[in-house]
C-alpha cells in the first residue's frame, strides 16, 4: 500500500554539524512532498516543501533533495543548533486527493550541546 | 502561533461517550483538515473540508464524523469512543487557491484520553 517512511527512528547531532534526516516513499507518482517539524507538545510546522519535478530547493539553513529514481527524500539541516531538537516528519501530497498528506513515522533530532 | 485555533486542548472521557473537537481556520483559509496522531500509528490524516464541502477522506472511521460551518470552522465528532481512540487530533488548514500543494498550518491540537 502507500507509505512514506523514514530510515531512522532516531538521530543525534553535535551543535553546529550538518544533519542529514532520509525519508523513502513508495509512491511514484506523488506530486508534492513536505518537510515538517514538530516540537514537544506542538503540532507539526513547516519547514519546507519540493515538488515532484524538482530535485533539490533550499531555504534558511535547510535543504531538500528528493530523488524520484529511488525513491528517496531528504532534509539537510545546516550548522545545526539546540532549537532544531525536534521529531522530523517527511510528507507526501498526491494532488488527485484533495490536500490529504500521508506522514512518515518521524525522526527524533536530538543536538547536543 | 500558526493562526489555527483548536479547542478543548485537553479532553479526558469514557469508553462509549461522544466528544465533539473544534477547529478554527486561519482567517481567509477556505480548506480545514483533521488528523490524528497516536504512538503506534503515527500522523494520520482523517478527513479534509473545502469551504463547507468533504473535499478528501482518510480512513476515518464511520463512528467519527466532521463537518465545517458557513463561518469556516470546523468540528469532529468522535463517537462510541474506545480506548484506542486517545490520540492527539490536529486540525490544520490551507488556502489552497487553484493548486493543492499549499501549505498546511497545523493548531495546537487537542488531546483526548479515553478511560
Known amino acids: 500500500g502507500e507509505s512514506v517512511g523514514l530510515h531512522l527512528p532516531t538521530l543525534s547531532v553535535q551543535e553546529g554539524d550538518n544533519s542529514i534526516i532520509n525519508c523513502a516513499y513508495s509512491?511514484?507518482?506523488?506530486?508534492?512532498f513536505i518537510w515538517y517539524k514538530q516540537e514537544s507538545g506542538k503540532g507539526p510546522q513547516f519547514i519546507i516543501d519540493?515538488?515532484?519535478?524538482?530535485d533539490k530547493r533550499q531555504g534558511q539553513r535547510v535543504t531538500v533533495l528528493l530523488n524520484k529514481t529511488v525513491k528517496h527524500l531528504s532534509l539537510q539541516i545546516a550548522a545545526t543548533q539546540p532549537g532544531d531538537s525536534a521529531v522530523y516528519f517527511c510528507?507526501?501530497?498526491?494532488?488527485?486527493?484533495?490536500?490529504?498528506?500521508?506522514f512518515g513515522q518521524g525522526t527524533e533530532l536530538s543536538v547536543k550541546p | 502561533d500558526s493562526g489555527v485555533t483548536q479547542t478543548p486542548k485537553h479532553l479526558i472521557t469514557a469508553t462509549g461517550q461522544r466528544v465533539t473537537l473544534r477547529c478554527s481556520p486561519r482567517?481567509?483559509?477556505?480548506?480545514v483538515y483533521w488528523y490524528q496522531q497516536s504512538l503506534d500509528q503515527g500522523l494520520q490524516f482523517l478527513i479534509q473540508?473545502?469551504?463547507?464541502?468533504?473535499?478528501a477522506k482518510g480512513n476515518i472511521l464511520e463512528r467519527f464524523s466532521a463537518q465545517q460551518f458557513p463561518d469556516l470552522h470546523s468540528e469532529l465528532n468522535l463517537s462510541s469512543l474506545e480506548l484506542g481512540d486517545s490520540a492527539l487530533y490536529f486540525c490544520?488548514?490551507?488556502?489552497?487557491?487553484?493548486?493543492?500543494?499549499?501549505?498546511?498550518?497545523f493548531g495546537p491540537g487537542t488531546r483526548l484520553t479515553v478511560l
Open positions: 490544520a488548514s490551507s488556502d489552497p487557491g487553484t493548486s493543492v500543494t499549499s501549505e498546511q498550518f
Open positions: 509512491n511514484s507518482a506523488s506530486d508534492y
Open positions: 519540493i515538488r515532484s519535478n524538482m
Open positions: 510528507a507526501e501530497n498526491k494532488g488527485n486527493q484533495g490536500g490529504k498528506l500521508i
Open positions: 482567517s481567509g483559509d477556505l480548506s
Open positions: 473540508y473545502y469551504n463547507g464541502e468533504e473535499r
